[in-house]
Every structure is written in structure tokens, then in C-alpha cells.
């Protein structure tokens, strides 16, 4: 089956930089998209920066300029570098791949940005 693997998190200070990679295997279909979300406790889960096939990437506006995606050509493979990080950007980062219309979930990675 389909499987994304997250890594890359951990705790940085503020101003600091990290970068996440995500994996998709399992899947003989390339993805159509790929996304990168994340969740703050007792917060919704949001759309961070996402990119599709062909496309150009987007981002939410709390992290434009601070966040960058990027890919592989075969589209299994997603990165974030994430810059200039502030507490605010503590949270549970999640991989989506959406594939053939259908939506994958990693299992996600701890991101910790001390003041």
C-alpha cells in the first residue's frame, strides 16, 4: 500500500532553520500533487506549501518567504526547508500526496521552535 515516511523534524530555536523530507513508496502511480500540512495543539490542521505536477508552489502567508517545497521529478519525493523559524511554527508536520484523486497522510514529525 501506499506510504508516506516523514523525517527531518526536532527541536531548533527561533531563527534557526529545518528540513523536512517526506518519501512516498508503494504506489506505481507518480503523485498528482504533493502538500505539506501541520497541526498546532488544539489547533486545525492547516495547508503549509503545496505543489502539483507541473505547477508552481504555494503557501500559506504565515510562511511566505520563510518556506520553500520542493520535489523530485518523479514526484515521490517532497521536501520543506523552513527558515527564519518562529515559536509559532511549532506544530506536527504532515506529507499529502494526492494520487489519482486520492489523498495519502505520513504519520507526521514533531517540529519544537524555542524562543
Known amino acids: 500500500q501506499v506510504q508516506l515516511v516523514e523525517s527531518g523534524g526536532g527541536l531548533v530555536q527561533s531563527g534557526g532553520s529545518l528540513r523536512l523530507s517526506c518519501e512516498i513508496s508503494g504506489s506505481i502511480y507518480s503523485a498528482n500533487a504533493l502538500s505539506w500540512y501541520r497541526q498546532a495543539p488544539g489547533k486545525e490542521r492547516e495547508l503549509v506549501a503545496g505543489m502539483a505536477s507541473g505547477g508552481m508552489p504555494k503557501y500559506a502567508d504565515s510562511v511566505k518567504g520563510r518556506f520553500s517545497i520542493s520535489r523530485d521529478h518523479a514526484m515521490k519525493k517532497v521536501y520543506l526547508q523552513m527558515n527564519s523559524l518562529i515559536p509559532e511554527d511549532t506544530a506536527v508536520y504532515y506529507c499529502?500526496?494526492?494520487?489519482?484523486?486520492?489523498?495519502?497522510w505520513g504519520q507526521g514529525t514533531q517540529v519544537t521552535v524555542s524562543a
Open positions: 499529502n500526496a494526492l494520487i489519482r484523486g486520492v489523498g495519502f
